[in-house]
């Protein structure tokens, strides 16, 4: 059974760039979340797909965005990039449980 | 109010030793507080978790012990291993499922041999 797997493991990009990072939930799993974690911190809520629809978000600028396929992965897309904005992207999958499950992040590196 | 305050930032402890995380909380609405496992280049792995209806819980070497009234919880690691050493987070949700998870800053535990 796979758990959660993320592409690309690293990445470069330049400042202005757009950015697309990919994420397949576990199996089974239908509730796909996206978290920002920067060097040193905790995770940072971006916001969370279920059904094809965002159902929550964090405090994050619209040039974050994302979408849900209909085999439930996902796509977390940042426009405009920052150098802020690099961090360790990280996904999580669950069931209608509070259990989530991370992937093993991509690192962005914005230069 | 969705803030999780976590201590220490940094702890180191000899082999077989025991140690303790903490993590405070506001929100009273958070009623689900696991607790997260990251090595370094990893994602996090889910450890153990919690509900506030139970004052403590067992999975092998770790516990969590939670104080509803203090609204503070915190992991214990019995009879720690160098391999161990790790940074954990503690984490706090709400009822209905799927909410987003609010993380503490996070411990850099070393355990030395």
């Known amino acids: 059974d796979a758990g959660v797997t993320q592409s690309p493991t690293h990445l470069i990009k330049t400042r202005g760039q757009q950015v697309t990072l990919r994420c397949s939930p576990k199996?089974?799993?239908?509730?796909v979340s996206w978290y920002q974690q920067a060097l040193g911190q905790g995770p940072q809520f971006i916001f969370q797909?279920?059904?094809?629809?965002?159902?929550q978000r964090g405090n994050f600028p619209d040039r974050f965005s994302g979408h849900q396929f209909p085999n439930y992965s996902s796509e977390l897309n940042v426009n405009a990039l920052l150098l802020g904005d690099s961090a360790l992207y990280l996904c999580?999958?669950?069931?209608?449980?509070?259990?989530?499950?991370f992937g093993p992040g991509t690192r962005l590196t914005v230069t | 109010q969705q803030q999780v305050k976590q201590s220490p930032q940094s702890l180191i402890v000899q082999k077989g030793g025991i140690p303790i995380i903490n993590c405070a909380y506001e929100?009273?609405?958070?009623?689900?507080f696991p607790w997260y496992q990251q090595f370094p280049g990893k994602g996090p792995a889910l450890l153990i978790a919690?509900?506030?209806?139970?004052s403590e819980k067992k999975e092998g070497r770790f516990t969590i012990s939670f104080n509803k009234s203090a609204k503070q919880f915190s992991l214990h690691i019995m009879d720690s291993q160098p391999g161990d050493s790790a940074t954990y987070f503690c984490?706090?949700?709400?009822?209905?499922?799927?909410?987003?998870?609010?993380f503490g800053t996070g411990t850099r535990l070393t355990i030395i041999p």
């Open positions: 999580a999958s669950s069931l209608s449980t509070y259990e989530q499950y």
């Open positions: 199996s089974g799993h239908d509730t």
């Open positions: 797909y279920y059904e094809e629809e965002e159902r």
């Open positions: 929100n009273t609405a958070f009623d689900y």
């Open positions: 919690i509900r506030p209806d139970v």
């Open positions: 984490a706090a949700t709400m009822q209905f499922g799927n909410e987003k998870l609010t």
